[in-house]
């Protein structure tokens, strides 16, 4: 077992983790705030390339919780970061809404509507038959082809929404291609950009979270410490039938800072 009193960076998943809804999960504010009293660093980290990282601190702020927007780390952030380091200059058709439009705009990567150097499937909540076909054309023509995450669903209410790992599906079964590359959580590439961002080695990184397929997996395949808690989605049951093991199993995010005294 990894020891996480070794661990300076603390990267949290959201949605089942800190927070249910609009609703704070008991105790974890408090515990993030003490993690950052102990000297910690705290950042939020979120596959959902569809919102920005402001979307996110206004969230937080709502519930009561004070983040700024350098706290939060998307896979559109990844995907960007990735673009700049080995396809600098290139040019990006992009399936994405204009949230992630601008999060690529941010960096200085140019989007084009005709003969891109690169294809990029975000969740795009805005998508049109139109575009996803001429996505679908540019992929014949070889393309490189990158998707921002690699979800099937969205949590939603009163239905889940489908994700970009149905999109992949869906592109797949029309072309025969898998994209060259996915980002995010529990991919390696999200784990060298945490790693590039903060300047840490991966035994100084936790990541804590509520599903085993991406958080833990994430921690996992990156050698970070890996905190399982059993808040959202997995249960004790679950967790005994799956292969993924962490490397910590708590109840709740609340229960973090006295593993650290």
């Keep these: 077992m990894k020891n996480i009193k070794e661990v300076e960076l603390f990267l949290f998943d959201m949605d089942g983790t800190v927070y249910i809804g609009d609703r704070e999960i008991e105790g ?11 000297g910690k660093k705290v950042c939020f980290f979120t596959n959902n390339s569809s919102r920005a990282a402001s979307d996110y601190v206004a969230r937080l702020h709502k519930m009561g919780y004070e983040a700024a927007e350098n706290d939060i780390y998307t896979s559109s952030m990844v995907t960007c970061e990735y673009i700049r380091d ?6 990006v058709y992009l399936l994405g809404n204009l949230k992630l439009a601008a999060e690529f705009e ?3 990567i140019k989007l084009v509507d ?12 805005s998508l049109t038959y139109d575009r996803l076909y001429k996505f679908c054309i540019f992929l014949k023509e070889g393309k490189p082809y990158i998707a921002t995450h690699p979800d099937m669903v969205c949590p939603a209410e009163p239905a ?10 869906m592109i797949e079964a029309t072309t025969g291609r898998k994209p ?26 936790a990541m804590v979270g509520d599903r085993l397929y991406t958080d833990i997996a994430f ?3 990156n050698g970070f410490v890996s905190v399982l808690v059993y808040s959202g989605e997995t249960t004790p049951e679950m967790y005994e039938k799956s292969d993924v ?16 005294k």
């Design 28 to 38: 974890s504010f408090d515990a993030l705030r003490e993690l950052k009293k102990l």
């Design 180 to 205: 060259d590359i996915v980002m995010g959580k529990p991919e390696t590439p999200a784990g060298d950009g945490v790693k590039k961002r903060f300047g840490l080695p991966a035994e100084k990184i």
């Design 86 to 91: 080995h396809y600098r200059g290139k040019t």
């Design 219 to 221: 921690g996992v395949n």
């Design 160 to 169: 889940d929404m489908p994700d970009i790992g149905a999109m992949m599906l």
């Design 106 to 108: 941010k960096y200085g």
């Design 114 to 125: 005709e003969n891109p150097d690169l294809l990029v499937l975000g969740f795009d909540t």
């Design 245 to 260: 093991k962490a490397d910590y199993t708590l109840g709740a995010v609340r229960e973090i800072p006295s593993l650290l």
